[in-house]
């Protein structure tokens, strides 16, 4: 797979499968329904409850998916309606740019965020190969009561090991996402920088850059990892 968007004459890189693929598991872990329980339960708790049944809704489906991607596209669309809070990571990846942007500018760029991410990581997820998810057993202590990080690892079938970082925040009383660190890359600020890099490449045009939002990372930039 292959995406190619333009801003004004100025082609941005190509997104590759494999990160799609990748990325689309580490939020699919956090999509079941079920995650969205109350306060009460811990985050890690959520999560490592329901490793299990995420499994068994993906596992041994791959066809079927592939030859139904809306299907599948419903799944995703319904179950992170539950566990994201896209009008708070829209904010936050349009940074200072938010300030100024109207209202109806906010509300459609966290609309194209959140269908961005559905329609890109549902087509991969359906061929992702891994071996096990597992949730580390030590977790960094909970610093603030409306704030969490949940740490897990997925091995692939090639024995590499990725770790993944989930951060959410209570909201309403349910805690939800709002980033992932994906092999020591921060999601929520790479998308941070290339929305920044796209209203300079605009001219701070908020529509233009709206309507051509795609945003990419690279499988060279995933495989080699952060520091985050």
């Known amino acids: 797979m292959v995406m190619v968007r333009d801003y004004k004459g100025v082609t941005m890189q190509k997104m590759t499968a494999t990160f799609s693929r990748w990325f689309a598991l580490a939020l699919l872990l956090m999509a079941l329904p079920a995650l969205a329980k109350a306060q009460s339960q811990s985050p890690e708790q959520m999560i490592r ?122 909201s309403d009383g349910q805690w939800r996402v709002v980033n992932v660190i994906v092999n020591g890359i921060n999601l929520g600020l790479t998308f941070r920088n290339q929305f920044d890099q796209a209203m300079r490449d605009n001219n701070r045009d908020y529509d233009a850059v709206i309507r051509g939002w795609a945003p990419e990372i690279g499988v060279d930039e995933l495989e080699q990892g952060g520091d985050a």
């Open 49 to 170: 409850d329901n490793i299990e049944g995420f499994m068994a809704q993906i596992e041994g489906r791959e066809d079927y998916y592939a030859n139904n991607l809306d299907e599948l596209k419903a799944l995703v669309n319904d179950s992170l309606d539950d566990i994201a809070d896209f009008r708070y990571i829209g904010a936050s990846v349009m940074g200072s740019y938010f300030r100024n942007a109207t209202p109806e500018q906010r509300s459609r760029f966290a609309d194209v965020f959140r269908q961005t991410l559905i329609d890109t990581y549902t087509r991969g997820l359906v061929t992702f190969d891994y071996d096990e998810l597992r949730v580390l057993s030590q977790q960094r202590a909970q610093r603030h009561e409306d704030q969490a990080s949940v740490d897990m690892e997925v091995v692939a079938s090639n024995g590499q090991v990725y770790p993944v970082s989930y951060s959410l925040r209570l």
